[in-house]
């Protein structure tokens, strides 16, 4: 990855799970509309975290610091 084209996107906690899914969902939406799978980012409330699709066959990571650096010229296609 080209680390000077990059864009950080963090989302906040919440103590309830709800306004976090709902952040996860607006986040996968965004980022659909940025030319990305849909669905790929999800609030696991088993670990308190978000979590990011990372390929095609399901892989993820759990976002540890609630963000992801997300390349741009991916996204800017």
């Known amino acids: 990855?080209?680390?000077?084209?990059?864009?950080?996107?963090?989302?906040?906690?919440h103590p309830d799970d709800?306004?976090?899914?709902?952040?996860?969902?607006?986040l996968s939406q965004l980022l659909?509309?940025?030319?990305?799978?849909?669905?790929?980012?999800?609030w696991d409330s088993r670990s308190h975290r978000y979590s990011l699709t990372i390929d095609d066959g399901g892989s993820y990571i759990t976002l540890a610091d609630n963000g992801h650096w997300f390349?741009?010229?991916?996204?800017a296609k």
Do not use: F, Q
Request: with cysteine; glycine share 2%; net charge neutral.
């Open 32 to 42: 659909h509309k940025l030319g990305s799978a849909p669905d790929r980012v999800w």
């Open 1 to 13: 990855m080209n680390t000077k084209n990059r864009v950080w996107i963090e989302l906040e906690l």
């Open 18 to 26: 709800a306004v976090c899914e709902a952040r996860a969902a607006a």
């Open 71 to 75: 390349n741009l010229d991916y996204l």
